[in-house]
């Protein structure tokens, strides 16, 4: 038995790599009708791989600190989009949290200045589309300090370096308290 070690990251491509093995095994064995077959399978797999182009998505990756974090935002504006003023349940998942500066750099990632409870549409059509009106309801939202106390955070040299997992269950904990504090708050009013 060969071993080949597949070099091709994509997995459709990993399956033709393999599927193309076998079609030489039939090929040296006469199994003629199985090597027919497969070549069908691969000439198929390809012509189905080109019609649908690889588009990248943006993958996020969700820690307890994320969700802790977005809980709190989403329960700060008392589930209720803070552009349109859309009201939500409280565990819907149309609230979104939306970060004014980029997740990636974890130095306000969890500053809660750098995040508002947005609803799908107000989120990824408005926010992320209309740059111009965003920043300046940004600045509606916030005070000039506030944005450049966000900025400094943002441009510090060790910015987008990773929490360690510790760091990240202090956050998450860190949040949950604030939630809790917050749902007796409203309850106690």
């Not at 070099?7 to 491509?13: A, D, G």
């Not at 649908?52 to 209720?80: G, M, Q, V, W």
């Not at 980029?102 to 409870?117: E, G, K, L, Q």
Request: glycine residues 2%; positive net charge; contains cysteine.
């Amino acid at each position: 038995m060969t071993v080949i070690k597949l070099k091709e990251s994509n997995p459709i491509e990993a399956h033709i790599a393999q599927l193309k093995i076998w079609q030489r095994d039939c090929k040296k064995f006469q199994q003629t009708a199985l090597y027919d077959l497969l070549s069908e399978t691969i000439v198929l797999m390809k012509k189905l791989h080109k019609e649908k182009p690889n588009t990248p998505t943006e993958k996020f990756t969700h820690t307890a600190a994320d969700l802790a974090f977005s809980d709190y935002i989403r329960a700060r504006a008392n589930y209720c989009c803070e552009r349109c003023g859309k009201q939500y349940p409280k565990k819907s998942k149309g609230l979104q949290c939306s970060h004014h500066f980029s997740r990636r750099f974890y130095s306000i990632r969890y500053h809660p200045d750098n995040a508002a409870a947005l609803c799908h549409h107000c989120h990824n059509y408005w926010f992320s589309k209309d740059i111009l009106e965003s920043a300046a309801w940004l600045h509606e939202r916030l005070n000039q300090s506030q944005i450049d106390e966000l900025i400094r955070l943002k441009n510090l040299p060790n910015a987008t370096q990773k929490l360690s997992a510790s760091q990240q269950d202090e956050i998450a904990e860190y949040y949950r308290n604030l939630l809790k504090d917050l749902e007796n708050e409203s309850q106690s009013i």
